[in-house]
């Protein structure tokens, strides 16, 4: 039982320091979707644009 407690802790650890160090700010994000298919919602997307087809916004943090 110990390892796995060890481990639960290890793993809390590291989701912690993604979320406080995240990869990348700011990010452009940039999708051309094939025809017909519709985005109905884009989490954590801001600044959303929908052309047709091409789909561009920011993702504010990206994490690992």
């Excluded at 700010?25 to 884009?42: D, I, M």
Aim: aromatic share 4%; glycine share 6%.
């Amino acid at each position: 039982m110990t390892a796995e407690g060890e481990e639960l802790v290890d793993l809390f650890a590291k989701k912690m320091l993604n979320l406080a160090n995240p990869i990348a700010r700011n990010v452009g994000l940039e999708v051309t979707n094939a025809p017909g298919l519709q985005f109905s919602k884009l989490y954590g997307a801001n600044n959303i644009s929908v052309v047709e087809d091409h789909i561009t916004a920011t993702v504010p943090d990206l994490l690992a």
